[in-house]
């Protein structure tokens, strides 16, 4: 009886690690998500708000960018809102707006790292 009764509690402590395991993995993936967020938000502030502000029609250089993602999927027929921020961040003369100077430095994507680019992208797709 008493080796079994050992497995028994052995089997039992396993159970319990394995569901903290699972439980800290859930909880992971959200942290993870609002870093990415936060790390997105952090490298517009330093890169992108001293010409774009985040308020309403609030012009600073460029263009206030509070609706970039619904915006932007208005911008080309070829693109997705995502390719489209993605290629202003190589190549801004891949679409000029009227009222504003082509002033945007080129290739701003080669000024950061690439988790700061994803991270920087994927925040602006929130942005709707
Ligand atoms: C030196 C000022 C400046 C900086 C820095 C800058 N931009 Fe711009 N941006 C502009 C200007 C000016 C335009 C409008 C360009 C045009 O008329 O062709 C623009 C256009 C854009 C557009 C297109 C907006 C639309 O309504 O279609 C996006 C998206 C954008 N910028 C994102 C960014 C991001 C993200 C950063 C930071 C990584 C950034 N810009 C940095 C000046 C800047």
């Given at each position: 009886?008493?080796?079994?009764?050992?497995?028994?509690?052995?089997?039992?402590?396993?159970?319990?690690?394995?569901?903290?395991?699972?439980?800290?993995?859930?909880?992971?993936?959200?942290?993870?998500?609002?870093?990415?967020?936060?790390?997105g938000?952090?490298v517009?502030?330093?890169?992108?708000?001293?010409?774009?502000?985040?308020?309403?029609?609030?012009?600073?250089?460029?263009?206030?960018?509070?609706?970039?993602a619904?915006?932007?999927?208005?911008?080309?027929?070829?693109?997705?809102a995502q390719e489209?921020i993605e290629?202003?961040l190589?190549?801004?003369?891949?679409?000029?707006?009227?009222?504003?100077?082509?002033?945007?430095?080129?290739?701003?994507k080669?000024?950061?790292?690439?988790?700061e680019y994803t991270a920087l992208v994927d925040y602006l797709m929130t942005?709707?």
């Open positions: 009886m008493k080796p079994n009764k050992k497995l028994h509690l052995n089997l039992i402590a396993s159970l319990i690690i394995t569901a903290f395991t699972f439980s800290a993995c859930a909880g992971g993936s959200e942290t993870v998500s609002q870093t990415n967020n936060d790390l938000k952090q517009f502030m330093q890169k992108c708000a001293t010409c774009h502000s985040l308020e309403e029609d609030q012009t600073i250089v460029g263009p206030a960018l509070p609706h970039i619904t915006i932007a999927e208005t911008r080309l027929p070829d693109k997705s489209y290629a202003m190589v190549d801004p003369t891949t679409f000029d707006l009227e009222d504003y100077p082509n002033v945007m430095p080129q290739n701003m080669g000024q950061i790292t690439t988790e942005l709707k």
